[in-house]
């Protein structure tokens, strides 16, 4: 079956670093693959997607590219902030319409 | 705002009993889901409905079942709660415009004593 795997955190980083959180994918056929962000005491926000290989889905600086050769779409940013601290998770939605998750990588970023 | 509500933020309740969690999908959307998510598992999938009718099953337990009414508002019945159906659940919506993007709701909390 489908599957998502994700670096596990978490992750701390301080202000203004570089941030990737790797994520690889198992599918048939060919997913939508997304990445949602859950700040704290919050619901799951969508931040970016890509529906088909080579795209890429960015937002609030945030980047993410649909490499089908590796089954991968990395999230990356080249600047955090600390209101980036969250839980982000990566997600691929297949033929049957239900989203498949990560465990997720709860991001820290201090001053 | 995801457009998506659901009611209440918080239950709390004892073992062996039952609850019904509500969700109101965005205007106009015809999907509804239910996922858990627990520190065990993590984020899975319950049960989908489209349009009143169920359309996709998860890893959804027989002590819980859901449905979605003709005003197409949803609700996740859970009975005979046990302490490890303490979680969050969540609900979302999709439309056929953006078919393949799912809105969430902000969650139940769900404690089970």
């Known amino acids: 079956g489908n599957s998502v795997t994700q670096m596990e955190g978490p992750v701390t980083l301080s202000e203004e670093a570089f941030l990737t959180i790797n994520c690889t994918y198992t599918?048939?056929?060919?997913?939508?693959l997304f990445w949602y962000v859950q700040y704290p005491g919050e619901g799951l926000q969508l931040l970016l997607k890509a529906t088909k290989a080579d795209d890429k889905g960015s937002n609030k600086g945030f980047e993410a590219t649909y490499r089908k050769e590796t089954t991968s779409f990395h999230l990356e940013k080249g600047s955090v902030q600390v209101s980036d601290s969250a839980v982000y998770f990566c997600?691929?939605?297949?033929?049957?319409?239900?989203?498949?998750f990560g465990k997720g990588t709860k991001l820290t970023v201090n001053p | 705002d995801s457009g998506v509500t659901q009611t209440p933020k918080h239950l709390i309740t004892a073992t062996g009993q039952r609850v019904t969690l509500r969700c109101s999908p965005r205007s106009g959307d015809l999907s509804v889901y239910w996922y858990q998510q627990s520190l065990d598992q993590g984020l899975q999938f319950l049960i989908q409905y489209y349009n009143g009718e169920e359309r996709a099953k998860g890893n959804i337990l027989e002590r819980f079942s859901a449905q979605q009414f003709p005003d197409l508002h949803s609700e996740l019945n859970l009975s005979s709660l046990e302490l490890g159906d303490s979680a969050l659940y969540f609900c979302?919506?999709?439309?056929?415009?953006?078919?393949?993007?799912?809105?969430f709701g902000p969650g139940t909390r769900l404690t089970v004593l």
């Open positions: 979302a919506s999709s439309g056929t415009v953006s078919y393949n993007e799912q809105f």
């Open positions: 997600a691929l939605l297949g033929g049957s319409e239900k989203l498949v």
């Open positions: 599918a048939t056929g060919y997913p939508s």
